[in-house]
């Protein structure tokens, strides 16, 4: 069925599973990375680095507790900077991970099948790290408690819950839950895996134990396959009005730049952009560490490299649209605002940005570009630096110049700031590699279902 | 009656999923109602053979949300007009549109949380110890093979009999589980 025919132009795609493989080989190959194999001096490097800057982290966070946020750059009339970029930048990196298990699920896209389960982890990890801003930044976390939190507290306080600061509480918090409960439902069977393949009588009782007992029973893959759909159903809003969410934080705002009714959407678009091209730059590395190539095919490399062109154009079209509304609004305030970002003190991010989010992915209409891993790798972290400087001029330069030129200034970052931002980057990087060497990086048992030998005669197509 | 309690099914292995579920409907027509089949990945067919359709689950999904829904709405209504009423230029306190996403937020939580927790529910898990276990193959059951279990409580279950049944349905192995 997929030999190529050979009088055609046409080339039929890559598979999303390389063939010659059977239940045992894709078993084998995916537990030895936890169970078995010795890892290779990648992992360690790339682990020295992470864990090098998460030290960074905690001395960052430990020196800004000590002595409050002033070491931080931001000050009126830029209240807010890497604080809120870093959190926008780190929950829509997040939103990949659930649009590939969810999004992709529901339209049966088989090519998610390899990439879902790490780019779900790289969810909950992005979102950890994206969760740590709004408690740090507020410089006193043990009092953020009732700042954020809706409990019976002696001084009788409450949450405003008109504000979209409220809202970003609520919506983050039960995507990074639903995250994780789908996480963890679509490893069970995968750690039962690992617990029969499990030598070592401690790694016996630790998968195990996580693996709840499952048994593989068809009355339970009845119930489980139920369940993990309807999830996927709800995860799909879910991650929808979560950066919905994040955007209401600037569009009920009054500054112009912010108060925009095209921010939700083009949000969306923006963190599932930033999303793709954070799995990229995961899954190369990762592919070639492990010799994965079977698995990661480049049917899947090119599927993403799709993905982030298209929402590129989404994301492009946002920044057209955001300079059309100032200019057709005939207002003073949002043209001087587009005058400023472009050719203001930090006009130079701007077309920075313009660079990397609008001309750099246009490079993937080329198939030759698209297969290439160097290159989709190299891509991927442009794209990352352009959305996370997406996020520097949507905030930045629209509060240091707003309505008075009396309260004009300028805001540049302490290196605090910028070491609490690396740390994070480290976080990030530690949990994944640590994920990737004690969880199964690749989902097991869905895996499986790809194989010719996993079709049953008789039952209509699935 | 004294030898069949000494066992809890008889377990057969196939080597196929096409293999398996063929058991399975055989085994369903045949009139075995106690029965499970065991694989490496789900399969519909197999629970459709043996008559799994559960819908609780859905159930606990639906109930889970609407009680998210509720106590969504009800936290943002009790504590924006009742617990901590703020006049605001005389703007109505029940100002229910600015109480949707929270409202969306939680119902989305509880139903999830719902779906997660019926389904381990109704799986009866976690469960550390199960007879089907003390088969030495079933090991594989997680990775590469496929089994029909029969269990010893079903009216028709005969140790001979079933043994004999299990055979002709092309089975590679056949095992008494321990209970």
């Given at each position: 069925m997929d030999t190529p025919a050979p009088h055609s132009s046409y080339q039929t795609p890559h598979p999303v599973i390389e063939p010659g493989h059977s239940y045992d080989s894709i078993t084998e190959k995916i537990s030895a990375i936890v169970l078995t194999r010795r890892h290779p001096i990648g992992w360690f490097a790339t682990m020295a680095i992470g864990f090098l800057l998460v030290n960074g982290l905690g001395l960052s966070v430990g020196y800004l507790l000590f002595?409050?946020?002033?070491?931080?750059?931001?000050?009126?009339?830029?209240?807010?900077a890497f604080d809120i970029i870093n959190f926008v930048w780190w929950i829509g990196i997040g939103h990949a991970g659930t649009l590939i298990s969810a999004i992709l699920l529901l339209f049966k896209q088989d090519w998610r099948t390899s990439i879902n389960r790490f780019a779900e982890a790289m969810t909950l990890f992005a979102v950890a790290c994206a969760a740590m801003f709004p408690l740090i930044h507020t410089g006193r976390p043990w009092l953020a408690a009732y700042w954020l939190l809706p409990y019976p507290n002696t001084m009788g306080i409450w949450p405003q819950f008109r504000s979209p600061l409220i809202w970003d509480v609520f919506a983050v918090t039960t995507y990074f839950t639903v995250s994780a409960l789908f996480w963890y439902t679509g490893l069970i069977p995968d750690l039962a895996t690992l617990r029969d393949r499990a030598k070592r009588r401690w790694t016996q009782m630790l998968f195990g134990g996580l693996a709840?007992?499952?048994?593989?029973s068809a009355r339970h893959w009845q119930r489980y396959e139920t369940v993990y759909l309807i999830l996927a159903g709800m995860s799909t809003p879910l991650v929808l009005s979560v950066h919905t969410v994040v955007s209401f934080d600037f569009s009920t705002g009054i500054l112009p730049g912010w108060h925009?009714?095209?921010f939700p959407p083009y949000f969306v678009a923006g963190a599932i952009y930033a999303g793709f091209a954070m799995v990229l730059c995961l899954a190369i590395p990762l592919r070639r560490m492990y010799g994965l190539e079977d698995f990661i095919t480049m049917r899947h490399l090119e599927n993403m490299a799709k993905v982030t062109l298209v929402t590129g154009f989404i994301v492009v079209y946002g920044y057209a649209m955001e300079a059309f509304f100032a200019f057709y609004s005939a207002n003073v305030y949002e043209s001087f605002m587009l005058k400023n970002r472009a050719?203001?003190?930090?006009?130079w991010t701007y077309w920075l940005l313009i660079f990397c989010?609008?001309?750099?992915?246009?490079?993937?209409?080329l198939k030759r570009l698209r297969t290439n891993t160097t290159w989709l790798f190299i891509m991927a972290l442009i794209v990352s630096v352009g959305m996370w400087l997406e996020r520097f001029v949507i905030i930045v330069t629209s509060l240091h110049?707003?309505?008075?030129?009396?309260s004009w200034d300028m805001y540049y970052p302490t290196r605090w700031d910028i070491s609490t931002f690396l740390g994070t980057i480290g976080l990030f990087i530690t949990l994944m590699f640590l994920f990737v060497r004690v969880l199964p990086m690749i989902s097991i048992f869905e895996m499986r279902?790809?194989?010719?030998?996993?079709k049953i005669k008789g039952a209509e197509g699935h | 009656m004294d030898a069949q309690r000494s066992v809890y099914g008889l377990m057969a292995e196939f080597d196929s999923a096409n293999a398996l579920v063929e058991a399975a409907r055989r085994t369903h027509a045949e009139g075995y109602r106690s029965t499970d089949v065991f694989s490496p990945f789900p399969i519909e067919a197999a629970w459709e053979a043996i008559g799994a359709n559960d819908k609780r689950p859905q159930l606990f999904i639906l109930i889970g949300g609407i009680m998210g829904m509720l106590a969504g709405f009800g936290l943002c209504y009790w504590v924006s007009v009742i617990a901590y009423p703020l006049n605001i230029g005389g703007r109505?306190?029940?100002?229910?549109p600015s109480f949707i996403p929270v409202t969306f937020e939680v119902t989305i939580l509880l139903a999830s949380l719902a779906a997660v927790i019926g389904m381990l529910a109704l799986n009866g898990l976690?469960?550390?110890?199960?007879?089907?276990?003390?088969?030495?193959?079933?090991?594989?059951a997680s990775q590469d093979s496929f089994f029909l279990l029969i269990e010893a409580?079903?009216?028709?279950?005969d140790r001979q009999r079933t043994r004999q049944f299990m055979q002709g349905l092309g089975a590679t192995e056949i095992n008494e589980v321990e209970p």
């Open positions: 002595k409050g946020i002033g070491i931080w750059g931001n000050n009126i009339p830029v209240g807010w709840l007992g499952w048994r593989g925009a009714t095209i050719f203001g003190p930090y006009g989010n609008g001309i750099v992915p246009q490079t993937l209409w110049r707003d309505f008075l030129p009396s279902t790809l194989l010719p030998e996993a | 109505p306190l029940n100002s229910w976690p469960m550390p110890y199960h007879p089907v276990f003390n088969v030495p193959r079933f090991s594989r409580v079903d009216p028709k279950f």
